[in-house]
């Protein structure tokens, strides 16, 4: 059964930071590039940062830029968000999907995860 599990939530203080894991079972992540995706309650999901199969091109959303950093480790068949400089509006489910084509782009998300809530507050 192919899955993608997340993990890596939590509840953080404002200026924290935390690293949410993306992990394949039943495919390997090889071929695939793998997004993330938040939901903040009462709002529309959006695109957080993507990573094309070969982990040489990655992009973000702006509200992110300079304080994630999304990798990925093909021998581990896992991708990372690395989130530092927490802030409370990035409260949200985080989501990874995974695209059957190498690079980036917010088609074909064919398989997701379930999400990992992430909690930023005093």
């Known amino acids: 059964q192919l899955q993608l599990v997340e993990s890596g939530g939590g509840l953080v203080q404002p200026g924290g930071s935390l690293r949410l894991s993306c992990a394949a079972s039943?495919?390997?992540?090889?071929?695939?590039?793998i997004g993330w995706f938040r939901q903040a309650p009462g709002k529309e999901r959006m695109g957080v940062s993507c990573i094309s199969s070969s982990g040489r091109s990655t992009n973000y959303a702006d509200s992110v830029k300079g304080r994630f950093t999304i990798s990925r480790d093909n021998a581990k068949n896992t991708v990372y968000l690395q989130m530092n400089s927490l802030k409370p509006e990035d409260t949200a489910i985080y989501y990874c999907?995974?695209?059957?084509?190498?690079?980036?782009?917010?088609?074909?998300?064919?398989?997701w995860g379930k999400g990992t809530l992430v909690t930023v507050s005093s």
């Open positions: 999907a995974a695209r059957p084509f190498p690079l980036c782009s917010t088609s074909h998300m064919d398989y």
């Open positions: 039943g495919f390997t992540l090889d071929y695939y590039a």
